[in-house]
């Protein structure tokens, strides 16, 4: 049986931690789907089309991985999707109990769903979309971030909005 993995997330931008994540993840199963959730409560500052332009274009090299959104139960989405497996980055002891309480809700919603943790590498542990964008906002160097085909885009956009 093909064993088809989700990655879901804000990715408000989307951050190397992320795509650290989702190539893993690539490697180990058949294939990946990236889904953008836009279900969430917090408020988010690019579209959901941006974000997932931009995911595009960072995994493009990646052959099984493609990208999607959901606005949505995650649990309903694998079901439709035929995906038994979500693959979370685990940064510190802090990401744990919200990850693990979500792991459980989907297991129970969806038994058939297993959530695997990876550990995010020790370069991206401090690594957020919120870091991202507050040093967008400052101004400062965002390359070691961000992938490289985005950068411009996001200086860009904060650039417009600091002018302001
Ligand atoms: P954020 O917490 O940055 O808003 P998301 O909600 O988009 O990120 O996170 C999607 C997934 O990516 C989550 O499983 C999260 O733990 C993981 N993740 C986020 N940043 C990193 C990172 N720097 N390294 C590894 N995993 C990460």
């Given at each position: 049986m093909e064993k088809i993995a989700i990655c879901p997330g804000s990715f408000d931008p989307v951050t190397n931690g992320h795509i650290d994540i989702v190539r893993r993840a690539s490697e180990m199963f058949d294939a990946?789907?990236?889904?953008?959730?836009?279900?969430?409560?917090?408020q988010t500052?690019?579209?959901?089309?941006?974000?997932?332009?931009?995911?595009?274009?960072?995994?493009?090299?990646?052959k099984n991985v493609r990208v999607?959104?959901?606005?949505?139960?995650l649990a309903e989405y694998a079901r439709e999707h035929g995906a038994n497996i979500i693959v979370k980055g685990l940064r510190a002891v802090s990401d744990f109990e919200y990850e693990f309480q979500m792991a459980l809700t989907?297991?129970?919603?969806?038994?058939e769903?297993?959530?695997?943790f990876l550990t995010a590498r020790s370069d991206y542990m401090y690594l957020s979309s919120s870091i991202v964008r507050q040093v967008a906002e400052l101004g400062?160097?965002?390359s070691d971030f961000v992938p490289e085909c985005i950068i411009d885009e996001i200086v860009e956009k904060f650039r417009r909005r600091t002018e302001k």
């Open positions: 990946v789907i990236v889904v953008v959730m836009t279900n969430f409560a917090k500052h690019f579209s959901v089309k941006k974000r997932m332009e931009f995911l595009i274009k960072a995994t493009e090299g990646m999607d959104c959901y606005d949505g139960l989907n297991n129970k919603l969806n038994p769903l297993e959530t695997v400062g160097d965002i």
